[in-house]
């Protein structure tokens, strides 16, 4: 994908109700396999404790810019991998059940990732223009990570618990060392790790 880099620090976030722009990322509704289960369990899913983070998965490395340079190409290097899982107590509901219950509890323009497709997905080679620009420029990738509990009702006395990993959308952002993103208005933790990971200073 090529993209402009009209400013010098750019951040731009998708889906969980965080309005920006996009700078590259696949904002579609994640798509993918579902594995299915044998379990009968038809009961009630109450939802526990769930949470939201927009998490950093991939930075690139600090990419130094001429202003008669034009385009760049910024790849991927990993941080983090976020892979979907559905953990159970005993035979419980399916994990499409499970995951479909906690998309309705979302209720978010995006559905969750399924199992097997990780949050590496998203990961790609970012190509800026940076024509008239100068400088150290790193690119960011992230994703929004979910982790939430549940109980589901089997039949019989005991309830069956669980917890799910998972995640969906996807965000990225355009850096530039030496301007600190906290200092110029985004303190988003993932934006900060990225800048902290690619240009703080080693010890």
């Known amino acids: 994908m090529r993209r ?21 990322g696949d904002d ?25 983070e927009r ?7 600090v990419v130094t810019v001429r202003k008669d340079d034009g385009d760049v190409r ?15 107590s005993g035979a419980g509901p399916s994990t499409e059940r499970v995951l479909a219950s906690l998309d309705k509890r979302l209720g978010d323009a995006f559905e969750v990732a399924r199992p097997g497709r990780s949050s590496a997905a998203v990961e790609h080679v970012d190509v800026a223009d940076f024509l008239g620009a100068s400088g150290r420029f790193v690119s960011a990738w992230g994703v929004r990570a979910v982790e939430a509990t549940f109980t589901a009702d089997c039949g019989g006395t005991t309830p069956v618990y669980g917890s799910v990993s998972t995640w969906y959308g996807s ?9 600190d993103p906290a ?21």
């Open 171 to 179: 965000s990225g952002a355009s850096l530039r060392c030496g301007v």
């Open 183 to 203: 200092e110029h208005g985004n303190k988003e933790q993932w934006v900060t790790e990225a800048y902290t990971l690619a240009c703080g200073d080693g010890s």
């Open 28 to 52: 579609t509704r994640a798509a993918a396999q579902v594995t299915k289960s044998a379990s009968a369990c038809t009961g009630a899913i109450r939802w526990g404790r769930v949470s939201e």
């Open 74 to 88: 910024l790849s991927p290097l990993r941080v983090r991998e976020l892979v979907p899982r559905v953990e159970t």
């Open 4 to 24: 402009a880099v009209p400013v010098v620090v750019l951040a731009c976030a998708v889906a969980g109700g965080v309005s920006g722009c996009r700078v590259g």
């Open 55 to 61: 998490t950093l998965t991939a930075v690139s490395r």
